[in-house]
């Protein structure tokens, strides 16, 4: 890169993949993705071009919430390897230039956990104040009204010590009392332990959560509630969550970072983009990267979209650096929100907005939500709620790497059944397939790690209408880009007012208008994308 680009750190460079171990790749036919397995898939994702892969949980626990509720954060669950693995896994991701992040989940332990054990065993042991202990009100029902994400009343009595304990999410998933700081200590020790094993950072669990109302007020009811909603959204979790001290409790968290050298905080965090951006921290002192969920959320309309863009770049802090999600293991796959077609824009679109791009595994080959029958449904958000269709299972179903029987993903019975196309879509077939959703990603990946424009540039908005959006990313010295994006099934039309333009169509959705040279208009069909080298000669 030129001397008059500043520089940046590997994760602002980067593009990050998440994987969800079990359905990423079996090594041992038990039908269960394994740390053995994404040893096998890394060349995989380095010849796809990512630069840092987060796995969701891999530790021991009871899988009540499929690994978001740990019974030990120091181990590996023996369903997913054992310690060496993962010193291999970490060693091999390492060799091959790239970085690996883990799930952190301090939040909340499993019911199993030791801590949790000691902690429910009697109201006078050592651990009582560890997790959130409350008596029942004098008519015996729970302290206060707080729900439980995943259905039901956040309180679960305990009979045999006479209270009430906490949980926002299942009641195998008691809540830690993050303002005792024995338990603040416990968990930054947890950090440690794998930062000394050299993870390179943490994607932290619901951080938003973490700490609650000190008098545990009644929460409001919504008035925006639906029935067709979660029961949790009858209520504004406004004494649950997002409380002010989060924040310095957040600040703590990234100093154990900074003990290390360019360790990575990633924030799970699902709030309004004012809220969202206060997780920077002050003096960006806060999480590197709270995770920006809002293509997750919006409606896929361009004026939507780029109005959120807009809003997103204007309330980011000084040296705030922006992020985007297309995907994860909790929301419906983008392509099963907007379709085939648009998933493609969608994918250009994440790959050249300013900021760190997450790719949800399976997305880059165009993996649909698979229907998974009612009997087979596993996750506990869906079995709680059955009527609401909020299971998370079509999301995480087996990565399809070839026609092989179970998509070459397990010799056993998969855990989740596959989806049924995985003879089409897979990827061996879409490697060697120029117009496949796989090419396209590697193609934009690679445009995005050799341009700095596009890596680490500027992002100026140039144009929006109802149908499409457009911007220009820039960089001192650099090669600049226009992305147009056409995120309605129509054609559409894009001129510049007040400047003329002209260069090189370089990557599109539509493969066949590479290479065109453009300038004044541009015509677009409905569902493309293009990304246009600009000429030199056009004033910036
Ligand atoms: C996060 C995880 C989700 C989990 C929940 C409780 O939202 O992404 O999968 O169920 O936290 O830990």
Redesign the pocket.
């Known amino acids: 890169m030129e001397e008059n680009l500043k520089k940046h750190l590997w994760w602002q460079e980067g593009v990050i993949y998440q994987i969800y171990p079990r359905s990423y790749q079996d090594s041992n036919d038990d039908g269960i993705g394994d740390l053995p397995g994404i040893l096998r898939r890394l060349d995989y994702l380095k010849w796809l071009g990512v630069t840092a892969v987060w796995l969701s949980p891999i530790y021991p626990s009871p899988m009540a919430?499929?690994g978001?509720d740990i019974s030990d954060y120091q181990g590996i669950h023996p369903l997913f390897g054992t310690q060496a693995d993962f010193d291999t896994l970490l060693d091999e991701v390492h060799k091959r230039g790239m970085k690996l992040i883990l799930d952190l989940?301090p939040?909340?332990t499993s019911d199993q956990h030791p801590w949790f054990q000691e902690s429910r065993s009697s109201r006078d042991n050592p651990k009582r104040d560890w997790y959130i202990w409350c008596d029942p009100k004098p008519d015996g029902s729970p302290p206060n009204n707080w729900l439980s994400?995943f259905g039901g009343p956040g309180w679960e009595w305990d009979e045999a010590t006479g209270q009430y304990y906490y949980h926002a999410?299942l009641k195998e998933?008691p809540d830690l009392n993050w303002r005792n700081p024995d338990v603040r200590k416990a968990m930054f020790d947890v950090m440690r332990f794998w930062l000394n094993k050299g993870v390179d950072g943490f994607r932290v669990?619901?951080m938003w959560h973490m700490i609650k109302d000190d008098q545990l007020r009644d929460n409001p009811t919504n008035p925006d509630y639906q029935p067709h909603m979660a029961t949790y959204e009858q209520l504004l979790p406004v004494y649950s969550t997002d409380q002010p001290e989060v924040h310095a409790l957040v600040t703590e968290m990234r100093q154990v970072l900074d003990e290390y050298n360019e360790r990575l905080m990633i924030g799970?965090i699902y709030l309004p983009i004012h809220q969202l951006v206060a997780y920077y921290g002050i003096d960006g002192k806060g999480a590197h990267l709270p995770f920006n969920f809002q293509l997750l959320q919006l409606p896929w309309e361009a004026p939507k979209i780029a109005a959120a863009v807009a809003q997103y770049e204007g309330v980011l802090p000084d040296g705030g650096w922006p992020n985007w999600v297309l995907g994860?293991?909790?929301q419906p796959r983008i392509i099963s929100r907007v379709g085939r077609e648009q998933a493609r824009v969608a994918a250009m679109m994440l790959l050249t907005l300013r900021g760190t791009p997450t790719i949800y595994y399976g997305d880059e080959i165009g993996m649909r939500d698979v229907p998974i029958p009612f009997e087979e449904v596993q996750d506990p958000?869906g079995l709680n709620m059955p009527d609401k269709n909020l299971s998370?299972d079509p999301a995480r179903t087996p990565m399809q790497w070839s026609a092989e029987p179970n998509a070459g993903f397990t010799t056993g019975r998969p855990w989740l059944r596959l989806a049924q196309n995985f003879n089409r879509e897979n990827v061996e077939i879409q490697k060697i397939d120029r117009f496949s959703m796989l090419s396209l990603h590697k193609r934009l990946i690679e445009l995005r790690q050799r341009e700095p424009a596009l890596t680490v540039g500027d992002y100026k908005p140039v144009y929006a209408d109802t149908q499409l959006m457009a911007y220009i990313r820039e960089a001192p010295g650099q090669a600049r880009f226009l992305i147009v994006l056409n995120l309605s099934h129509r054609p559409g039309y894009f001129k510049l007012k007040d400047r003329s333009i002209s260069g090189t169509i370089e990557i599109a959705t539509y493969p066949e208008l590479e290479g065109m040279v453009v300038s004044e208009r541009i015509n677009l069909g409905g569902d493309e994308g293009i990304i246009v080298r600009l000429d030199d000669s056009i004033p910036s």
Do not use: C, G, I
């Open positions: 919430d499929y978001y989940v939040n909340h994400v999410f998933q669990d619901v799970e994860n293991h909790d958000q998370r």
